[in-house]
């Protein structure tokens, strides 16, 4: 069992990140949701603050990571442009079935040589590599403010609530990102 | 503008005796999410809609073959981080009002998320 270079950063930027976040957004949701009056003792009270503060900024990390990795180091493998010969600028996707060394993945899509998979980067790749850089910077909110306030969140509802809008908000974009880069990655693969 | 006003203390926080804090930098990271978010929807549809704004985002690419995208996402950055430094500053022992600041950012955030909406920033390509 060997992965090469690109299969790393690609396993690193979208699994090992990836599944980091959700665990730290569960655990982070669950405790913001219940920091409400009467659901806690003030000793459960201290044992799920820490709890609460490692969940929210190691999602913020965790999505600073994922968006800095997938972005400075994954999106010019997807990028690259290999194709163009002369005047044709899908030349060297000719007969491909998946990206390869004369076509990347950003070719294979744009020149439709396995089907209508245009869509796939003008619609999935664009929205992604833009919304995902929302994640960390809600997350980044969130997470202050949690460990700001810390218990005392617990008789500021309505910022408890906006709190849990931030940091729904940073899920949502990164779930998008997630969604696209998985089905990219099966549609055109970084090899 | 309008302050949240609904602090009471729950029983289970009185044994914790936490002292009162100021809303000020929390309401700072808040905003700052707002403009960060708002700053990348605008160049991405600026990004589109003129070839000067595209070139000057992809000389922030280094030669790492990142294009447009370096840039947008380094003054998007930028802008988070300064506003965060500057209204931190300002707002360090204040008590602003919140309720009205989380409103602003989520109208920046929600008008910038639009804008990286595909189908809208390549109406202006």
Known sequence: MELSNREFWTVVHGLALGTLFLLAFTGGLAGLWSLRPGFLTT?????RMTRMYLGTWIMAVTAWLTVISGTWIVYPWYRAQLAPVGDDPFAGC??????????????????GVSGNTQA???????????????????????????????PRLIGRPWLRAATIVMFVAAFAAAAIGGAFGAFLNKVAPII | MTTDTTRHIPPELA???????????????????????????????LNEASGAVHD??????????????????????????????VFGLIWRRK????????WVALALGTAGAV???????EAFA
Do not use: Q
């Open chain 1, 43 to 47: 000793t459960g009270l201290k044992e």
């Open chain 1, 94 to 111: 000719a007969g491909a079935v998946v990206p390869t060394s004369t076509c990347s993945p950003r070719d294979f899509l744009l020149s």
């Open chain 1, 120 to 150: 796939w980067h003008r619609f999935g790749m664009e929205w992604k590599e833009h919304i995902s850089w929302a994640a960390p910077m809600l997350a980044t909110a969130a997470a202050f403010v949690v460990v700001y306030y810390g």
């Open chain 2, 15 to 45: 044994g914790l005796n936490p002292p009162p804090k100021k809303d000020g930098p929390a309401a700072a990271v808040i905003l700052a999410a707002g403009v960060g978010i708002f700053v990348l929807g605008l160049f991405t549809l």
């Open chain 2, 56 to 85: 000057f985002l992809e000389g922030f690419d280094p030669g790492r073959g990142v294009g447009p995208l370096a840039g947008k996402t380094i003054l998007a950055v930028v802008a988070f981080a300064l506003t965060w430094l």
């Open chain 2, 95 to 102: 008590d602003v009002p919140i309720k009205s600041v989380f």
């Open chain 2, 115 to 121: 804008m990286m909406f595909p189908p809208v920033f």
